[in-house]
């Protein structure tokens, strides 16, 4: 009998990559409370830079998770929301909330700088 080690699955790995990269799951948190313009995401995740965080939106619309929404005012107002399968994360996200009260040190994140 083969007693191999199961290999991950390629999807599941693809995704834990995809909300575990820096930054990503706190935007995905702070867009969990409703659309936020870009200036309140800076504010909601202390520490993120606006250039890392115009990356990480750019990649979180690309795999369709994000939608940013423009409206034609004056001045303009970007708005940036989750879309059906951003929202869809909800339960993943609360979880790891619920897991990181319990098991992680009640500090401040490292911001690198």
């Known amino acids: ?15 834990i ?48 998770l994000v939608e940013r929404r423009v409206y034609p005012e004056v001045p303009v107002r970007i708005e940036y929301l989750l879309t059906e399968k951003g929202r869809d994360l909800d339960r993943v996200i609360a979880e790891v909330q619920r897991w990181a009260d319990r098991w992680m040190p009640a500090q401040a994140p490292h911001s690198r700088r």
Request: glycine share 10%; proline share 6%; hydrophobic share 40%.
């Open 1 to 15: 009998m083969d007693h191999g080690v199961e290999p991950v699955c390629p999807k599941f790995h693809r995704a």
């Open 17 to 64: 990559e995809l909300i575990g990269k820096r930054w990503t799951g706190a935007i995905l948190r702070a867009l969990m409370d409703g659309p936020r313009r870009f200036s309140e995401l800076l504010e909601a995740v202390p520490g993120l830079h606006d250039r890392l965080l115009s990356e990480r939106l750019r990649e979180l619309e690309s795999e369709g």
